[in-house]
C-alpha cells in the first residue's frame, strides 16, 4: 500500500514571497463588479500555479484572498483530481476545506469522506464522515470516521470505528481487522492497529489487543495474548504470526505458552471430544488451505486420538522436544518425536484406562478460555 494515503494531500507548491494569486480564467456571469468581493456564475475556472479549481458558482473575496466554490466542485492537479459539493479555499496558505460528498482520486487510489481539510506548505491533512480509502492495485481498503495525515512523517491515523479489509483480484473479502486506532508507518508499509481488535478471514476469528501488517512480508503479527478459532479448533500462545501468500494463508507461528486444540471427527461420543498440541513454539503450515504439517518445539506435548472408521480406538500421549505431525487432506499420517538428551515418551491409552490420562486433558483444555468460539 506503498504511498496509498499521499492522496489525502494536495501539495500545492509554494514559491517563496513571490507566490503566484489565484487568477479567475473564466465565469459565464459576473456580480458585485467595482467591489473586492464578486459572485461568479456559470462555468467558473480559477487557476494558481498547477492548481486548476472549476464549480458552477463562486464568491471569490480579493481581500481576505479567499474563495467559496459552490455546486459540482473540481480540484484538478496534476494527475489529482478532487471533487465535492463545496469548496473553501485560502489562496496565501493554499489551504482547502472540502465539504459534501468528497472524492479525491490519485492514480490507483481513491479517497471518499463527508469533509476533507486539506493544509499547504504544513502538509497536513484531515478527512471526517465516512472516511473511505480505496487502493485498487494493493486490494485494500481502509475506513472509519476521522483521519489524520502527516506527509513529511509519511503518517497516517485513523480512528472512530477503523476497519483494514485486504480483498482478493475479484473484489471480495479477505481479511478484515477491527480496532479502536489504525496507523500507518512509511505511508503504509507498516499498519499497527491496537485496542480490542478483531480479525476475521472466512470461518476464522481471532482477538489480541495489537496488530502490526507488513505489507511488503505479507505478514500480519498479533499480540500479546492472541487467541484464534474457526468453529471448535483453537489457536492461543503469547504472540501470533500469521503468513499470507496473496489470499491464501500459508502459515501461522505461535510463540510462549503455546497451544492448538482442534475437534475430533467421530461417529462415537467422546469425552473430551479434542486433540491437543502444547510447546514453547508451534508452526502450523497450510497447503491450499488445508494443513499440511505441524511443528511444536520446547517442551512438546500431544494428546490425540486414535480413530479407526470412526471409532475410537484410544487415546495417546506423546512427549518430547520436538515433535512434527503430517497431514494427508486433513488427516493425520505421521508423527516424528525427538529429544536431547532425555528420551522421548509416548504412552497409548485404550479406551478402558483414559480416566486419569482424560483427566489431565480436561486441565490442559482449561487454559482455553470460555469466550473462545463464541
Known sequence: MKGALLLLCLTIPVHGAEQSRLNLEHADRAEGSGTREKRLIGNVRFVQDEAVLECDSARHNADQQSAVLQGRVRFHKGIQRLYSE????????????????????????????????????????????????????????????????????????????????????????DLTITGTIMEMFEDGDKIRITGDVVITRGETLARCDSVHFFREDQRVELFPNPIAWQRDDILLGERMTLLLDGSDLKGIHIRGSSLVRSKIDSAGAIDPPFDLLTGEEITVSLREERIDTVKVRGRATSYYHVIEDGEEKGLNKVLGDRIDLFFSEGELQKVLVRSDPEPSEGIFYPPQDQDQIEGELREELARVPREAGE
Open 86 to 173: 463545496q469548496l473553501l479555499y485560502f489562496e496565501d496558505t493554499r489551504r482547502a476545506l472540502a465539504e459534501g460528498n468528497v472524492k479525491l482520486i490519485d492514480s490507483t487510489k481513491v479517497l471518499l469522506a463527508d469533509r476533507l481539510d486539506l493544509y499547504d506548505p504544513e502538509r497536513r491533512a484531515i478527512a471526517d464522515g465516512a472516511v473511505v480509502l480505496l487502493d485498487t492495485l494493493e486490494y485494500l481498503r481502509i475506513t472509519g470516521e476521522h483521519a489524520e495525515y502527516d506527509q513529511d512523517r509519511a503518517y497516517a491515523r485513523v480512528t472512530i470505528e477503523p476497519r483494514f479489509t485486504k480483498l482478493d483480484s475479484i473484489g471480495s473479502v
